[in-house]
């Protein structure tokens, strides 16, 4: 028997026995390690529904707007499980329409940080600008990978990674230079005339 497995095998009888006591000469047994461990379990419980605002007292003026808004996401549900037409489990391409038509996400919009639903894409720049601006810079390299990724990297000498080619070289090859701006774009996008044919399921676009 080692010596690591035979200190084991001592830890686990002292244990057992509800007894610790460590070189500084405090006694702790177990009852009071789980009692500690209760505390210290309430206090996180407590402290995650501060942060996630789930413990917030609301006034009567919220009480009525909540009971509303509850009221019309308790009916869309029932809505979407009589017609199994539940919007966040399509392609949302196809829904979006859907989805801003929804009487939630309108009411959603109209509270305080429902302005900030579009924060992301205002923060981003547009796939056209991309395309237009960033590929056109030199030492711009392009390379599929085994899974037929496009990716993009700018080098002074690329690596050994992947079959790196110079965008500008790529795009000089082609007849309308056009064509492969509009080939990288939908690389790059979801964007597409026919949304229920670029993926037959939820994790596809994820994937690639």
């Known amino acids: 028997m080692s010596a690591v497995w035979r200190a084991w095998c001592c830890l686990v009888v002292v244990v057992a026995l509800g007894v610790v006591t460590p070189t500084a000469g405090r006694v ?45 996401k308790g009916a869309e549900m029932d809505a979407a499980f009589e017609t199994l037409n539940f919007l966040p489990a399509q392609n949302f391409l196809t829904v979006v ?20 639903l579009h924060v992301h894409e205002t923060a981003l720049t547009s796939a056209s600008w991309v395309v237009q601006e960033i590929t056109y810079w030199p030492n711009l390299y392009m390379c599929y990978d085994a899974a037929d ?11 050994t990674s992947c079959t790196w080619e110079l965008v500008s070289e790529v795009r000089d090859n082609y007849v309308d230079p056009q064509d492969f701006d509009d ?13 229920d044919d670029l993926t037959s399921d939820q994790r596809t676009p994820e994937g690639d």
């Open 97 to 116: 329409g859907e989805v801003e038509a929804s009487q939630v996400y309108k009411m959603i919009q109209h509270m305080p940080k429902g302005a900030a």
């Open 149 to 159: 990724h496009l990716l993009f990297k700018f080098f002074e000498v690329p690596d």
């Open 28 to 72: 702790f047994n177990t009852s009071d390690y789980l009692q500690q461990r209760r505390t210290l379990l309430a206090k996180e419980q407590t402290d995650i529904l501060a942060s996630t605002g789930q413990a917030q007292v609301l006034t009567a003026a919220e009480e009525e707007v909540n009971k509303v808004l509850m009221g019309a």
């Open 183 to 195: 080939m990288i774009f939908s690389r790059l996008t979801l964007l597409t005339d026919n949304p």
